[in-house]
């Protein structure tokens, strides 16, 4: 899930994976290591050169790599005493927090601590690990401050998961479109819409403030990763 800041600037963050045309940052190829008049750097290029991408995929974190409501749900408990009951959050908006309340629970658990601490759905990394194989693009994008940029990519290595970008920032359906993404994998029903009106497939892992949109509009869901994965199989042959 992700809550609506400010916009901030775009950092991006490219694994050595793959090189990909983006238009944002220059992205370096090779590996750090050096061997034998920069041999092995030449093998990587070329393998980047002769990969491609067959669909290109945006994946968001909180509530879809990980189960975020939890965290979030503590962090307001503790500081304001304000309880987020998971089956009662039937709505995007969180009426239950006053605006500032919402950016401090929303900041601590955006921060290294509670981020490097989040542990994956079930299914997740697996699920996104083998569409990488295939060759599709993987986009990992978040409505994260700037400054969060690194610990997030952190967690994402941490955990295994492979990406071709990075993006935390709070412009996440346009960033979509500039590059030409083919599917959006979101908890946001104002993000799932979004990425609808923009001609991008919506996806999604079902929650209590989606089912409204799961049930009106043409969004792949499912209950988990493994289901999900089931879904996508059609979309992505």
């Known amino acids: 899930g992700d809550a609506d800041l400010p916009r901030q600037a775009r950092p991006i963050d490219v ?24 041999a092995q750097e030449l093998l990587s290029e070329a393998r980047h050169v002769a990969t491609v991408a067959p669909l290109r995929l945006a994946i968001d974190i909180d509530s879809t790599l990980h189960p975020y ?27 239950r927090l006053k605006p500032e309340q919402l950016k401090v629970c929303v900041e601590e658990t955006h921060a290294a601590e509670l981020v ?6 079930p299914g997740a990394v697996e699920a996104v690990r083998h569409w990488h194989d295939q060759g599709h693009f993987i986009h990992i994008t978040s409505h994260r401050a700037v400054h969060t940029h690194e610990h997030t990519g952190q967690w994402l290595r941490q ?22 993404i083919d599917v959006l994998i979101d908890d946001s029903p104002v993000n799932l819409a979004n990425a ?9 892992i079902i929650h209590p403030w989606n089912v409204e949109l799961v ?15 089931r879904e996508l199989e059609p979309v992505l042959a």
Do not use: M, N
């Open 15 to 38: 694994q050595p994976a793959r090189v990909v045309a983006v238009g944002v940052l220059p992205v370096g190829l090779g590996t750090p290591e050096r061997v034998a008049g920069h």
């Open 69 to 95: 409501w939890d965290q979030l749900a503590a962090v307001a408990k503790r500081r304001f005493g304000v309880e987020l009951p998971y089956d009662q959050q039937v709505v995007w908006e969180i009426e």
């Open 116 to 121: 490097l601490a989040a542990k994956p759905y």
């Open 159 to 180: 955990i295994g998961l492979p990406f071709d970008e990075l993006y935390c920032s709070y412009d996440k359906v346009a960033r979509c479109t500039e590059i030409g």
């Open 196 to 204: 609808i009106d923009h001609g991008i497939r919506a996806a999604t």
């Open 215 to 229: 049930e009106t509009e043409d969004v792949i869901a499912a209950k988990d990763w493994a289901d999900l994965a």
